[in-house]
């Protein structure tokens, strides 16, 4: 059995594993590469392995650096079945069509060749079969899949994969804890092999329970400047959250100003899936908000159409505007940045990762002036950050959750930036004695039972 990392190694996107047994290849996951400058070349790049060869595919979750390239495989040849939860299918369906639309409509500015077509999206929607959470089903003979619940966005799953007598356990992206939308990611207490994210690997989080207060505070400050707060936000489960929490504020403080703008159709559709599944959040979330109205939609003002979106400029001041995209690499976003970014009384809030190259951590790293649609713009505004937005669990929660499995031989630590794989690595050597490995973009690894996991090469 061999495990092969084609993607997230040493960095957080691009998520993608090749797991072969003796006569079958699964992938699992085939994201975006995003934030760099080759990101794109990259993505259009062939796969390092034979799509028409690979017989099924894995998804843990709809976020597009775990899905984007799933069409590009269907489109190279990939015939086979791909695994998810319901939710996350309903959620890959309207990722992936709204990526599309935005390649499409960025090739038709440029002259660029397109990676795939909306025929492509729905053939790959089509190769989806769904299973539920903690249901162990044969998905080949001898090859068994079980999702749990990650905790991460809405249907996110742990993968657990058994075949030819050995566990893996592969997280995606795990869960922050404790989330106002979700349940906690559930536990796994057997797995030989563990493959993990380290997205926040050397950090710890702030304290969730001030996250309200903090936000409170910067709503607030926005309010006694008469000014504007900026928030780029994932669509998925992000969005979702701060609405649930604008719902907060405005039932403290009966909400007269200022006006809440949610400027991202995507995020707009992805709420209704959320709607859909209310089985999928959280049991307090359910008991507290009976009548399933968990974000006080009444409170904010969807801008669907172009049109209604550069209307909220004529809106009067103080106002808030959430839009995608999370890391400000496209969107909406980014023409309320040109236009806001440069007054002093403006503010904008960072409420989830940041992949290295995006205009969002050039933001966050504090540089004075920024390019965006090839204009000089002075950086003037307030950067905050909230990190308990963040959706990844912090480095004491990955290692609590990795102590609950026994008999754990090695863990493959990838979705993570060098240094917070490094950190996590020495940390889960020393506070767990665990044989640790952080592969490099390409390696393969062969799985031995009950010994060993070594590199393969030629002479294995």
Same mark, same amino acid.
């Given at each position: 059995?061999?495990?092969?990392?084609?993607?997230?190694?040493?960095?957080?996107?691009?998520?993608?594993?090749?797991?072969?047994?003796?006569?079958?290849?699964?992938?699992?996951?085939?994201?975006?590469?995003?934030?760099?400058?080759?990101?794109?070349?990259?993505?259009?790049?062939?796969?390092?392995?034979?799509?028409?060869?690979?017989?099924? /595919?894995?998804?843990?979750?709809?976020?597009?650096?775990?899905?984007?390239?799933?069409?590009?495989?269907?489109?190279?040849?990939?015939? #086979?079945?791909?695994?998810?939860?319901?939710?996350?299918?309903?959620?890959?369906?309207?990722?992936?069509?709204?990526?599309?639309?935005?390649?499409?409509?960025?090739?038709?500015?440029?002259?660029?060749?397109?990676?795939?077509?909306?025929?492509?999206?729905?053939?790959?929607?089509?190769?989806?079969?769904?299973?539920?959470?903690?249901?162990?089903?044969?998905?080949?003979?001898?090859?068994?899949?079980?999702?749990?619940?990650?905790?991460?966005?809405?249907?996110?799953?742990?993968?657990?994969?058994?075949?030819?007598?050995?566990?893996?356990?592969?997280?995606?992206?795990?869960?922050?804890?404790?989330?106002?939308?979700?349940?906690?990611?559930?536990?796994?207490?057997?797995?030989?092999?563990?493959?993990?994210?380290?997205?926040?690997?050397?950090?710890?989080?702030?304290?969730?329970?001030?996250?309200?207060?903090?936000?409170?505070?910067?709503?607030?400050?926005?309010?006694?400047?008469?000014?504007?707060?900026?928030?780029?936000?994932?669509?998925?489960?992000?969005?979702?959250?701060?609405?649930?929490?604008?719902?907060?504020?405005?039932?403290?403080?009966?909400?007269?100003?200022?006006?809440?703008?949610?400027?991202?159709?995507?995020?707009?559709?992805?709420?209704?899936?959320?709607?859909?599944?209310?089985?999928?959040?959280?049991?307090?979330?359910?008991?507290?908000?009976?009548?399933?109205?968990?974000?006080?939609?009444?409170?904010?003002?969807?801008?669907?159409?172009?049109?209604?979106?550069?209307?909220?400029?004529?809106?009067?001041?103080?106002?808030?505007?959430?839009?995608?995209?999370?890391?400000?690499?496209?969107?909406?976003?980014?023409?309320?940045?040109?236009?806001?970014?440069?007054?002093?009384?403006?503010?904008?809030?960072?409420?989830?990762?940041?992949?290295?190259?995006?205009?969002?951590?050039?933001?966050?790293?504090?540089?004075?002036?920024?390019?965006?649609? #090839?204009?000089?713009?002075?950086?003037?505004?307030?950067?905050?950050?909230?990190?308990?937005?963040?959706?990844?669990?912090?480095?004491?929660?990955?290692?609590?959750?990795?102590?609950?499995? /026994?008999?754990?031989?090695?863990?493959?630590?990838?979705?993570?930036?060098?240094?917070? /794989?490094?950190?996590?690595?020495?940390?889960?050597?020393?506070?767990?004695?665990?044989?640790?490995?952080?592969?490099?973009?390409?390696?393969?690894?062969?799985?031995?039972?009950?010994?060993?996991?070594?590199?393969?090469?030629?002479?294995?």
């Amino acid at each position: 059995m061999r495990l092969s990392f084609y993607g997230a190694c040493r960095e957080v996107t691009g998520s993608n594993i090749l797991f072969e047994t003796l006569d079958k290849k699964i992938i699992i996951e085939c994201g975006f590469f995003q934030g760099g400058k080759d990101s794109e070349e990259r993505n259009f790049a062939p796969f390092a392995f034979d799509p028409k060869t690979c017989h099924l /595919a894995i998804v843990g979750h709809a976020h597009l650096d775990h899905t984007g390239r799933l069409p590009k495989l269907v489109k190279d040849g990939f015939g #086979g079945r791909i695994f998810s939860t319901t939710p996350t299918k309903d959620l890959a369906q309207l990722v992936l069509e709204d990526a599309q639309k935005l390649m499409a409509e960025e090739a038709d500015r440029n002259g660029h060749k397109l990676l795939y077509s909306k025929q492509d999206v729905a053939k790959t929607i089509e190769r989806f079969t769904t299973i539920p959470y903690n249901e162990r089903v044969e998905i080949e003979k001898n090859i068994h899949l079980t999702f749990l619940n990650a905790g991460h966005i809405l249907g996110s799953a742990i993968t657990l994969l058994e075949a030819e007598g050995i566990k893996i356990a592969y997280t995606s992206d795990l869960g922050n804890k404790p989330s106002l939308l979700l349940n906690d990611p559930e536990n796994i207490t057997d797995a030989d092999y563990v493959i993990c994210e380290s997205t926040y690997g050397g950090r710890i989080h702030e304290d969730s329970g001030k996250r309200q207060q903090l936000l409170s505070e910067i709503i607030n400050s926005t309010i006694s400047q008469n000014g504007i707060l900026l928030i780029p936000s994932f669509a998925i489960e992000r969005t979702q959250e701060l609405l649930h929490d604008i719902d907060h504020f405005c039932t403290i403080n009966n909400c007269q100003k200022p006006t809440f703008f949610l400027d991202s159709p995507l995020a707009e559709k992805v709420t209704e899936v959320f709607k859909k599944y209310p089985n999928f959040l959280s049991s307090q979330l359910r008991r507290e908000h009976a009548d399933y109205d968990f974000f006080g939609l009444d409170r904010v003002k969807f801008t669907t159409t172009v049109d209604q979106s550069k209307e909220i400029e004529s809106a009067p001041n103080p106002k808030i505007i959430i839009a995608g995209s999370g890391m400000m690499n496209g969107g909406r976003i980014l023409h309320h940045a040109k236009r806001y970014l440069s007054s002093a009384k403006n503010s904008l809030l960072i409420v989830g990762y940041q992949a290295k190259g995006t205009l969002g951590r050039r933001l966050l790293d504090k540089e004075p002036q920024v390019v965006i649609f #090839g204009k000089n713009i002075p950086v003037k505004a307030n950067i905050r950050a909230i990190g308990s937005y963040s959706a990844h669990a912090d480095s004491p929660q990955i290692i609590e959750w990795i102590s609950k499995i /026994a008999q754990v031989k090695k863990v493959f630590l990838i979705h993570g930036e060098g240094d917070q /794989a490094i950190i996590l690595s020495k940390l889960l050597r020393e506070k767990l004695n665990l044989d640790t490995q952080i592969p490099q973009l390409g390696e393969t690894f062969e799985l031995k039972k009950p010994e060993s996991a070594t590199a393969y090469t030629a002479d294995n």
